[in-house]
């Protein structure tokens, strides 16, 4: 792969691309994108108006969940995810902005489409320098022990949407029929095979350079999110994987959506020559079977995923 | 502020007063107030019946809440707190005493008007000892990070509020639809101007001696607690400040008070002299504006507020 | 105590059972039986395959529960709880057996009912290391503060129990009025006994070698466990104890089991020779009066209980 790279004369690109600094810029579009899921969710506008400083505390859990989930599994003090007084300023600002700017202002602005794609492609970059600090920090402290680099690397890149259930307690929200593990979102998943892939890649049982899997990972994060963003698509590119994986590891018959159109599921099937069923999956159950994920035309679903979309935009 | 104190000759007063130790008496007075609050919540007797380990557990947590919340953000092993031996047996025997005492002898000397309005005074000491105890920590870990201090002296001050929808869960009792941050208690928010006080003082921007501050914020939370207890009133002395706090700050009209009284609100302002809304407030989000508190004449939201106002007592 | 077991001859046997190993084969039991709990929770099934991910996870916490509980209550991380990959490896394998074995063959012969009262035995003395351990643990942190002994001790033996409110929420489900502080199940009852008896020991306040009591510990724990399982009885053998224990110390008169079969009340007062009512137990007021467990024949409240039961099996 490293090879390739080199051969295409991407190598340079990849390098100068892991030097990338994520301070102000993009740290400040994953803070805008983040509190704007926030203030779509329901209700949050009337709590912003009853309880500046409830609207406030759930903004930092969208901005800086992934820090607090991980700083817990790892023993640290969360406090200390406010020892960097300028990104609580800046998502302090982001927060101030899109939630009491006069008319909206601001909101209007980041809302208008092209802009927001571009937020948001910005947003997922760091998402893989999220993840490979994790990865790495975990790293630093338990070695070669692949569940906690995984661990750790998920829940700094997917924090928010892991502990959604207590932020949304901040809100006075209680959902507890569904959570991210129960039915992960595109985000989540997405976040997960990054966090597999770079715990492999840290560990050397994937031989790849880092800034080689940085770029191609990162390609792949903002490709996917400006396409479904663009197409308005919520079909997870990993559908046909996880149908696969279901029948082969699990031996299911991917639920509901089965008997919906079992003719499409079989498709898939054929279709299905997926690179990761492969040696030892046994011991990472990482892959879910969501039905709604196994079968590409289930346009009735579209709503929910919709709005779990937003969330973790 | 020192000078003037100086002048006055409280400056002795005022260092012995810092000196004062809070064990045993005025720690025994808060063990006493906080299970009686614990007590006179809706089925806490029932519980003491059917499961004394259950009461006595959330009875360690309205003793101990403070500690064990800041220990859980500092990432010290909440265990620790019951580290002093002499503490837990003193808020175990009231706990003991108030919950099986016979005829309910020690709770009905405890109730009695004057008495409890004593004890309420002595809480109200532990609590400026309290907030500083967790500024002063949080300084030898964070220095000068503001909102570190703020949030580790507001948790110790005020951490049983903060924790209450895990308290009440100890009991069987879930009430997702508020917290502390939602809609907060006199007790809480008084905690938190104290936890900015003292923050602003240890990291010198508050030119005042400690000893002063703390004599003079112990005096005000005393004065305004026993008022609040003699004549039975629910209005909190924050609330103009918080109205104009949220005019100016965040451009709200004060929500569905609004809507009932505009004239009082508009009262409000027109007197509204407040000192605080001077300066860098932007940065520091720490004021609510809950609609029942902008408008001081709100008579028909006595109750929620009477029942909130005791829990924190 | 010692002595007597010294002239019985079963000093050696007592050295050489304190010196068993429990991997793989009592671990293994211990994961099975975990596994088995909560694939008998209704909905588990629905939740293997709609969500195999959260279905692991709550497996892991199954399994796992008490290792997570005791390292937050010290402050360690609980990421380390997977820094032993081999027993994760294990339960894993388990959880993959007894969920999606073909035709459940996994399962059903595991629960061929002498088959599990084996296996059950032996979690049971997996138990008596797990309790050992967290005294052992807090023992070096914490020397003679016997309620973190007994904290941490409880927490390790007990700990699924005592999360269990956060393990259902993994899988979707909240119960909100109840939890094991509420209404303890056997299991948690005779491990909260077991934690004090090893605290003691620890302390030296319990003049018996640690090697006899384990011995003796471990004997009543699967006698007790296998009775009730052979004879279905729900009955807990703490129920005379209890009983006596809320009247003397806390002057409750049993609730409403009284009321319902007053008689066999105080046939068990005058039965009651409870050794364990002497002196300081106003500092530790562990036991519960759970109104079910103050009567022996209380036939109705079987189903409950059964179900309890099953779960921390």
């Not at 927001?116 to 893989?128: D, Q």
Request: charged share 15%.
């Amino acid at each position: 792969m490293d090879a390739l790279l080199s051969a295409l004369g991407m190598d340079k690109v990849a390098v100068g691309f892991s030097n990338l600094s994520m301070f102000p810029l993009f740290d400040m579009a994953h803070y805008i994108i983040s509190v704007m899921a926030l203030r779509e969710q329901p209700g949050a506008i009337e709590i912003s108006r009853r309880s500046p400083i409830a609207c406030w505390f759930s903004a930092m859990i969208y901005c800086f969940g992934g820090a607090i989930v991980s700083s817990v599994l790892l023993g640290e003090p969360p406090v200390e995810v406010f020892s960097n007084n300028i990104n609580i300023l800046m998502a302090s600002a982001a927060w101030y902005l899109l939630f009491y700017c006069p008319n909206d202002m601001f909101f209007n602005i980041c809302a208008i489409h092209l802009f927001r794609v571009l937020l948001a492609g910005m947003k997922e970059v760091t998402r893989t320098w999220k993840v490979l600090s994790g990865v790495t920090l975990a790293y630093k402290q338990y070695k070669r022990l692949c569940i906690a680099l995984i661990t750790i690397g998920w829940a700094k890149g997917a924090g928010t949407g892991l502990m959604s259930n207590f932020e949304q307690l901040v809100r006075g929200v209680w959902k507890p029929e569904t959570n991210e593990l129960l039915k992960m979102s595109y985000a989540t998943k997405v976040t997960l095979l990054g966090a597999v892939l770079f715990s492999l890649q840290t560990t050397g049982y994937l031989p790849i350079a880092q800034h080689n899997l940085m770029f191609m990972y990162t390609i792949f994060l903002v490709v996917t999110k400006v396409t479904m963003m663009m197409t308005g698509s919520t079909v997870s590119p990993f559908a046909c994987v996880e149908s696969v994986l279901c029948r082969v590891i699990l031996g299911l018959k991917s639920g509901d959506a089965e008997e919906k159109n079992s003719k499409s599921a079989t498709k898939d099937i054929s279709n299905g020559t997926c690179p990761a069923s492969n040696g030892n999956i046994k011991a990472e159950p990482e892959e879910t079977c969501a039905p709604s994920a196994s079968s590409p035309d289930t346009e009735e679903s579209n709503d929910s995923n919709k709005s779990s979309n937003k969330k973790d935009d």
